[in-house]
């Protein structure tokens, strides 16, 4: 084989499936289409995220935990139990998988924060705090997911696999996510397999983030830090900055991570060019570089997102109340063969899920705006656009917030 084919740079294969009314899809759906892509991936990373699958302890953080040793389990719920009120806690079920092999400890706690340990902070930012410490300080230890009635599961191994070793078939979700992988630049482990998580955001992504380094750096000044060895975990936390911490629109968020190119800006008219030049300025070390595509999961919907050429390959179909974002038409067809309308999302062009009617389940996870009286854009329109006379968004951008 010629030696320009010795690294395949498109690899990893993503399905995300949810219904807007939020009813129930089981997980053999979702099995069924990430395992269509089995040649996108190697065998060193499969996962999956589900929504909707805790109603009993939706008023819980579901804390989704790995550990090397049990010395890391012992550590990780002696801090936990100090600092949080455990309402249950169990390993999570598996079952025999000949191709699973040496999974590290897996279980699952529901938990909430005691009053007296927030100190000022909201809930969502003290757990986010509690996952930081467990990932960064507790060797062996690894948090998976931990938002509210939602979890994520995932190893090593195909994608397939790692559903019948998790018993995904068993559960029901209103949104699912997968992910297949093929590593290039990262070794592959069970905290390394996507998707990424924080609070109930999840992240499975295509592509490689070439801009890491810098959205590391711009993250760890507001708190977050960067401990699992891989490109995609930056998203994760970016979205749970711009959306949760800033209150920016969903869509407006979609933008900053895929802004438009400066001389595409400089083709803009009026006061839509002076938007995205502060949207620019402001958050140039949120821009995500480099070929990708993505979905990102959340209680309250999701979003599928290209880079801003589109380097990587991302679809989008309709069927009724039923949304599909998938690497590869063929995914979405396995599940849904006659689609009522499928379209291949332009670069940096967000493709929006929504529940609907508007559901409680963001509010139960914890999401604050910056004012609770202003719409997303006052972020960046109340505190820089007065200058340049802005008072709207630009067309096509919505003024509603992300979740909550």
């Not at 959340?298 to 679809?315: C, E, F, Q, W």
């Amino acid at each position: 084989m010629s030696h320009f084919y010795e690294k395949d740079m498109s690899g990893c294969g993503i399905i995300a499936i949810m219904n807007e009314k939020g009813v129930d899809i089981s997980g053999e759906r979702v099995m069924s289409a990430i395992a269509s892509m089995r040649e996108r991936t190697n065998g060193l990373g499969g996962g999956f995220a589900a929504y909707g699958i805790y109603p009993e302890y939706r008023d819980f953080y579901a804390f989704h935990i790995m550990f090397d040793t049990h010395q890391a389990k012992d550590e990780t719920e002696t801090f936990l139990k100090a600092r949080c009120l455990m309402q249950d806690e169990e390993p999570i079920p598996t079952r025999p998988n000949r191709y699973i092999t040496n999974p590290p400890l897996l279980w699952r706690y529901f938990l909430r924060p005691k009053d007296q340990y927030i100190n000022g902070k909201s809930e969502a930012d003290f757990m986010v705090s509690l996952v930081m410490h467990i990932n960064a300080n507790v060797v062996g230890a690894f948090v998976a997911s931990s938002g509210k009635n939602m979890g994520v599961f995932k190893g090593v191994g195909y994608p397939e696999d790692i559903g019948d070793f998790f018993r995904l078939d068993e559960y029901k979700g209103y949104i699912w996510t997968a992910h297949g992988r093929f590593p290039t630049n990262s070794q592959g482990w069970w905290g390394g397999a996507h998707p990424f998580s924080l609070l109930d955001w999840t992240v499975v992504h295509n592509g490689e983030i070439s801009s890491y380094g810098i959205n590391k750096r711009y993250l760890e000044h507001f708190g977050y830090r960067c401990t699992l060895f891989t490109d995609t975990e930056v998203i994760a936390y970016l979205f749970d900055l711009l959306i949760r911490k800033h209150g920016l629109p969903l869509e407006l968020a979609a933008k900053v991570l895929s802004a438009p190119f400066w001389d595409e800006i400089g083709r803009m008219e009026g006061s839509q060019r002076d938007f995205f030049t502060s949207l620019r300025i402001i958050y140039g070390s949120a821009l995500v570089n480099g070929p990708f595509a993505v979905v990102v999961g959340h209680a309250s919907g999701m979003v599928g997102l290209n880079d801003r050429i589109k380097l990587r390959p991302l679809v989008a179909a309709r069927d009724g109340d039923m949304l599909y974002i998938a690497s590869e038409d063929s995914a979405i067809r396995e599940i849904c063969p006659h689609p009522q309308k499928v379209w291949m999302p332009k670069a940096g062009e967000a493709v929006v899920g929504t529940l609907t009617p508007p559901s409680r389940k963001n509010i139960e996870n914890g999401r604050e705006g910056a004012n609770p009286t202003s719409n997303g854009s006052d972020i960046l329109i109340g505190k820089w656009g007065r200058r340049n006379g802005l008072r709207t968004l630009p067309a096509g951008i919505s003024d509603r917030k992300g979740p909550g």
